[in-house]
């Protein structure tokens, strides 16, 4: 393998048979425009991209996030504070505690259970970029999987049951069991407030048709009784993430690892909460609200 490769030529190697693809040869703080765009297509048909040993000041990822659309300013952290001075684009998720004895960042060093990013927007986020700074020995791994095979592995009585069907997306609580800054908590299902999106939704560019969950936690199918809704969602889960679907990351530091939400879900392992983890986050705006499939 070279690294010195000739514009627009970025070498791809499947992270999983389905799902994902490491990008050889790159540095994204110096992409050319032929690049870039190679860059984009692998991340759309792949659903998600791994690029090793990158070196990316704030600006560096700014930039970088930049080349996929305009990016969502980072929400606030569980503490109410925003993570990067001058860079309100950059969220950090980090277990590490600052001089004032508060996290530096989200999500602590517990486990962060399946779920997409933001599904109780209107439009959620399209894309999100974890940029590894330091990682702990041990633990900490990020999952990903693919929610167009998630959607070929339900069984067709259980698909024709989510046909046509809405899901209410929860936003009270962030994926490692946090209440979300300013709000109400509901823990019913069907009063929460939450989003709705179709439960299969179509690929926003053309690819296969997604099953979307967004998470478990006080998911709701709309109009149904709260015990059949609770019984169909635990049996879409039981699909939804299956092994042979998946990618399990082991994180280096300088990885950049980028997920399209509107295809996978995403989770992370608990690791020992004396170790540091500290990733840097960006996010790409989502221009529309996830759309149902056409039916067949
Ligand atoms: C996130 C997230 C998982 C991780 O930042 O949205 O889920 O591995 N992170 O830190
Ligand atoms: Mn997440």
Redesign the pocket.
Known sequence: MTDTLSDGAVVERPLTPGLGVELLGVDLANLSEGQAAAVRDAFERHGAILVRDQQLGPDDLVGFSRRFGALDEAPLMENGRTAVPGYPEI?V?SNVLGADGRPIG??GSGE?VW?T?MSYLPAPPRA?L?YSLEVPPAG?D?WLCGMAAALRALPADLRQALEGRVIKHDGTYN?GGYVRAGVRVDDNPVTCEGQPHPAICRHPAGGPDVLYLGRRRNAYVVGLPLAESEALLDRAWEYACLPENTYVHKWRVGDVLMWDNRVTM???DPFDGSAR?V?H?TQIQGAEPPLPAVAA
């Open positions: 969220y998720v989200s999500l962060a779920h990013d999100s974890l900490g990020t994926s995403h989770r992370r983890r990733m986050r």
